[in-house]
């Protein structure tokens, strides 16, 4: 069974900062993607940004573009997503999504594990 919990949301003002870990437990995760997929109320969930776990391939929305780094940390088996001049429109529960195999996908529908969430509120 696999485990991913997110943690590093919070309340921030417009352009500022956050850093969001995703810590995953796995036993073997050298084939995997990991995404970072948000909800904002009355919305549906939509792709944010990805890595590739063993080549490291980075994707981002274009929507966000420019303003993320999502990396990760192989001893940690953790991914963090930076997320720079955030705005009010940001504000969204923030998930983490893994699969098997390395290939991308923004739909969330071929992710199999997802963390609990957690809350980003950026103020005006």
């Known amino acids: 069974q696999v485990h991913l919990v997110e943690s590093g949301g919070g309340l921030v003002q417009a352009g500022g900062s956050l850093r969001l870990s995703c810590a995953v437990s796995i036993l073997t995760f050298s084939t995997s993607f990991v995404g970072w997929f948000r909800q904002a109320p009355g919305k549906g969930r939509e792709f944010v940004a990805g890595i590739s776990w063993r080549g490291g391939s980075t994707y981002y929305a274009d929507s966000m573009r420019g303003r993320l780094t999502i990396s990760r940390d192989d001893a940690k088996n953790t991914v963090y997503l930076r997320m720079n001049s955030l705005k009010p429109e940001d504000t969204a529960v923030y998930y983490c999504?893994?699969?098997?195999?390395?290939?991308?996908?923004?739909?969330?529908?071929?992710?199999?594990?997802w963390g609990q969430g957690t809350q980003v509120t950026v103020s005006s």
């Open positions: 999504a893994a699969r098997q195999g390395a290939s991308f996908y923004t739909n969330d529908g071929y992710y199999n594990y």
